[in-house]
């Protein structure tokens, strides 16, 4: 299984931007579809963003669609996640993750086999 470390988690203002990075070791990553979830105080983990293994297919939330994008560097063995006009709503512990079985990512929690530790992002208002 590949090994997954976020970084790039803070605190910022409503209305600002923050740049999370998650860097992969182990195996192929190139083989992974991956994707990003968070989870809020009190609340179930979802879906925040997938990608392809080529970078080619990308699907969001509808919570965050037009304000965060998913980017992923397979020579680098790094996926991103640029999130901006950030709302106090999007606070929560971020978490990437891989799915070795599929070439294009699902929103399915269970269909990922590699998970991170997660990243905390703090909005205030």
């Known amino acids: 299984q590949v090994q997954l470390v976020e970084s790039g988690g803070g605190l910022v203002q409503a209305g600002g931007s923050l740049r999370l990075s998650c860097a992969a070791s182990?195996?192929?990553?190139?083989?992974?579809?991956m994707g990003w979830f968070r989870q809020a105080p009190g609340k179930e983990r979802e879906f925040v963003a997938g990608i392809s293994r080529s970078g080619g297919i990308t699907n969001y939330a509808d919570s965050v669609k037009g304000r965060f994008t998913i980017s992923r560097d397979n020579a680098k063995t790094t996926v991103n996640l640029q999130m901006n006009s950030l709302k106090p709503e999007d606070t929560a512990v971020y978490y990437c993750?891989?799915?070795?079985?599929?070439?294009?990512?699902?929103?399915?929690?269970?269909?990922?086999?590699?998970w991170g530790q997660g990243t905390q992002v703090t909005v205030s208002s």
């Open positions: 993750a891989g799915d070795s079985s599929r070439y294009s990512p699902t929103r399915r929690e269970h269909d990922f086999g590699s």
């Open positions: 182990g195996r192929a990553f190139s083989s992974y579809a």
